[in-house]
């Protein structure tokens, strides 16, 4: 088994295929509204559950089969709709193209619009187009991926935009077949969190695109970044596939010497929409984040040169079948991605029984941006098609408000749990995650062992509860996890808790592990929230660098930059360098200069200097030059308790007397038990959270919470009336009360999902209806050539005007042109050197214009 798309389509597709019927789920974390779930109805969906009764394994390889099947045959038909004969090699080049490798065991969702894109295609070429045979190709790509669902439709559009014929009821008929996934998206849309803030970016997506990459194929960010979908990785990094994907690239378009028109304007808009995206990455994380994975315009790019292979002479067959050997070589290997398994272990099966007999949301830990265990990697959580009660875990990509997803970000707090309605936590140990130390002694010894899992009963029954009093927070919602038991409200400014949450930090949104930076003076990319960041303040001068671990006083954190240079306000005397590892460290300033090597402590003396430069080859633990820098939090005037994580300056608004929960250094002497404030800035050290004083709840009409994540499309009603939705603790949905009755929570959304999903198909089945399929005549011959005037546009700019002049007065010939230009990216690719992304477009460039570049 792979982890193909969704573990759930072959663990338990019919389950699955209930819950994609609703536009809810309370069962998931936090509750959430599920993510184009609608689009695994049909075809793929479908498929699964028909094939339910067969071992899984047989009804994957079935599928695959089945995908690479129509991909294959929709090419072959085109081909032979354009006049280029029967082209098998052709044909099995698209269907088993590089971006087809790389996803079709581990992302096949993806993989189908590509195998749909020539039968989209097809039936549109010719005199009169057969509108409804292309209507039904669109009908069947479903849309569990709108955005591939829709690039995968572009070649089709701009055929019949450049033929000028059916463009206006071809789109009417999309939009018809289309509906029953449209609405839903729409629905979705409307009350979905804004995830993609807190995904790839797009810088990312788009660092390896250059037009050698865009050629032959390689476009997606993933393989790069990660070792799961091994075919794609072999394809990005071995030197044979590098030189065999860019010798059928290089094929393709000497192809494209013989076939003209359309096919031209085609390449040009994919290879356009691939540099746009590389050159403008900010507008694929603003108002183009549905296309930031730009990859999924791959067939504009592998459809046009396919046909370039296709129109390739007879006799040169035996080349290109040797290229597209070589080429195609991870479909011989290793095609199924990492961490294939056999199936999920008996005890996840076993543990689920006796979790969903508990009635409770279920905890599971570690926390794993991917499920990845040591027996298979399934990607998605074994326990999501076995669970019927809700269950919560932070993974990579939590579909809940950011509030929310920096609660789970907490320390495990069983009066946390409680606040999320936990009443059970099951811990795996099948992984190379673990829990920490301080998690295990929260939560004590498991009452039950299942295999690799060990279940922890909290209390059974445990969800929502009904709440009388509040306190208000100065914090983020990771605040929570350190508090003890009751209902709050987050604030910014004035609160009766004051917290060093949120920290001002740039977060790495890919990776659970050690994804935050040090405290910083400025906020970078985090999570949003409700309380103000909480930032590092400069005392005693300025250093250069953003990283203040050299100037907090704290030696379990290290700046491991190349240099960095400080100003003190006073002259200093004397510079003191705690280093991480023995090294050196270069000091210099205005007529000074000295390298001194460090074991791990030394001071140097300085001649009265206020400004130095440091360069070194080891981590800095602490630099002592008159430099300081702390977190500094303030305190409104209704304070009543600090929580502090660390090493802190903070302020205290009138002279106070506070319980502290353990000792710790407060203004140079260690303090415990009260200890008594007076007005003004004070600096408390530690390394453990500790907590000062104790605040007193407020009380307030009772709210029901729902320990639900908020959302919009939630409502409430009690005696037929509805209640007034409020935000409680870390994003958790809460109702005001209307006295005593049964309360009803639906999903405002709900109904028109449905109705979107009956009327969408309904719609679909009656615009196949209008269409009739027309006597078939060849369409007429193309030969149109590229605008020249456009082949200035990007790269073009420089390489136009040397192609034309290299083809105009030296001996190079188009073919020899393309190769060569190719050959020279395939030797640079092949040496890997760090810049390369950026360093082969213009030199691609050159082989792409002397095919566009018009004959005469």
Not at 417 to 423: A, I, K
Not at 695 to 707: G, S
């Amino acid at each position: 088994m792979a982890a193909d798309t969704k573990h759930d389509l072959a663990a338990d597709p019919s389950g699955f295929l209930a819950q994609a019927l609703h536009a809810y789920s309370p069962i998931f974390p936090l509750g959430q509204i599920q993510n184009q779930v609608y689009g695994y109805l049909f075809p793929q969906g479908l498929f699964f559950l028909l094939t339910d009764w067969m071992p899984d394994w047989v009804a994957q390889r079935l599928w695959w089969t089945i995908v690479l099947g129509v991909g294959y045959s929709g090419a072959l038909i085109l081909f032979q709709r354009l006049g280029l004969g029967v082209q098998p090699l052709a044909a099995a080049l698209y269907a088993l193209s590089p971006r087809v490798l790389t996803t079709l065991t581990a992302i096949s969702s993806e993989t189908w619009p590509v195998m749909l894109a020539p039968w989209v295609l097809w039936p549109l070429v010719a005199k009169k187009p057969w509108v409804g045979g292309s209507l039904l190709a669109v009908a069947m790509m479903g849309a569990v991926n709108a955005a591939a669902t829709l690039a995968a439709l572009v070649p089709a559009g701009l055929y019949l935009a450049y033929r000028r014929r059916a463009l206006i009821p071809w789109c009417l008929g999309v939009i018809g077949v289309s509906l029953w996934w449209i609405i839903p998206l729409l629905v979705f849309a409307r009350y979905s969190v804004p995830f993609v803030d807190y995904i790839e970016n797009g810088q990312v997506t788009t660092y390896w695109l250059n037009f050698a990459e865009v050629l032959r194929g390689t476009t997606s960010w993933t393989p790069f970044a990660d070792v799961e979908r091994q075919p794609g990785v072999l394809l990005v990094h071995q030197p044979v596939f590098i030189l065999g994907t860019l010798l059928v690239a290089g094929i393709g378009l000497v192809g494209l010497l013989k076939v003209r028109g359309f096919w031209l304007w085609l390449l040009s808009l994919g290879l356009g929409i691939f540099v746009f995206a590389a050159l403008f990455p900010s507008l694929l994380d603003g108002p183009l984040v549905m296309f930031r994975n730009v990859h999924k315009f791959d067939p504009l790019v592998r459809l046009p040169l396919a046909v370039g292979i296709a129109a390739i002479p007879a006799r040169h067959r035996i080349a290109v079948a040797l290229a597209g050997v070589v080429a195609v070589g991870p479909i011989f290997g290793r095609l199924l991605p990492i961490g294939a398994y056999e199936k999920v272990p008996d005890y996840y099966h076993e543990a689920a029984d006796y979790l969903n007999g508990l009635d409770t949301r279920v905890l599971i830990l570690p926390e794993a941006s991917f499920a990845r265990q040591d027996w298979g990697w399934t990607r998605d959580d074994p326990f999501q098609p076995l669970l019927d009660v809700p269950w919560l875990l932070r993974d990579g990509i939590p579909l809940v408000p950011p509030e929310a997803i920096r609660n789970l970000d907490g320390p495990v707090n069983k009066a946390n749990l409680e606040r999320l309605g936990v009443g059970a936590v099951v811990v795996r140990h099948d992984s190379a995650r673990r829990i920490s130390e301080d998690a295990k002694a929260e939560l004590g010894t498991p009452d039950h062992h299942f295999g690799e899992l060990d279940v922890y009963t909290l209390q059974p029954g445990r969800g929502m509860y009904v709440a009388d009093s509040i306190t208000t927070v100065a914090g983020g919602g990771e605040a929570l996890a350190m508090l003890g038991p009751g209902t709050f409200k987050l604030v910014s400014g004035d609160a009766q808790i004051v917290t060093d949450t949120p920290l001002a930090v740039n977060r790495n949104f890919g990776t659970l592990d050690n994804a935050a930076s040090q405290p910083l003076m400025e906020p970078g990319r985090d999570y949003a929230s409700v309380g103000d960041p909480v930032k590092v303040v400069e005392r005693g001068g300025h250093a250069s660098t953003p990283d203040s671990s050299a100037f907090d006083g704290d030696t379990s954190t290290v700046f491991f930059g190349k240099s960095m240079d400080i100003h003190a306000d006073q002259p200093q005397q004397q510079l003191l360098l705690h280093v991480s590892k023995p090294g050196k460290v270069k000091i210099s300033a205005d007529g000074f200069e000295q390298e001194v090597k460090v074991e791990q402590q030394k001071v140097v003396d300085v001649p009265n200097l206020q400004d130095i430069r440091l360069e070194t080859d080891t981590g800095l633990v602490e630099v002592g030059f008159g430099v300081r820098r702390v977190v500094h939090v303030d305190a409104g005037p209704s304070v009543q308790q600090y929580v502090f994580n660390g090493n802190r300056e903070f302020t205290v608004p009138r002279t106070m007397t506070l319980q502290m929960s353990r000792p710790a250094w407060i203004d140079g002497k260690l303090q415990a038990g009260e200890v008594t404030l007076t007005a003004g800035t004070h600096e408390i050290r530690t390394r453990k959270t500790v907590t000062l004083g104790k605040a007193t709840p407020v009380p307030m009409d009772p709210v029901l919470v729902t320990t639900l994540a908020t959302n919009p499309g939630l409502r409430a009603t009690q005696n037929g009336q509805e209640l007034e939705p409020v935000e409680v603790n870390a994003a958790s949905q809460g109702f005001k009360l209307n006295g005593e009755g049964e309360v009803d929570i639906t999903f405002a959304g709900e109904r028109p999902y449905q109705a979107g999903l009956i009327f969408g198909a309904c719609a679909g089945l009656i615009t196949l209806l209008c269409f009739r399929r027309p006597r078939y005549e060849p369409a007429p011959a193309d030969d149109g050539e590229f605008p020249l005037g456009l082949l200035a546009l990007g790269p073009g700019l420089v390489m136009v005007p040397i192609t034309w002049a290299v083809l105009k007065f030296s001996r190079f010939g188009r073919e020899a042109w393309i190769f060569t230009c190719l050959g020279l990216c395939a030797m640079w690719m092949m040496r890997a050197p760090a810049a390369y992304p950026q360093a082969l477009t213009l030199v691609a460039a050159g082989a792409v214009a002397a095919a566009l570049l018009p004959k005469r």
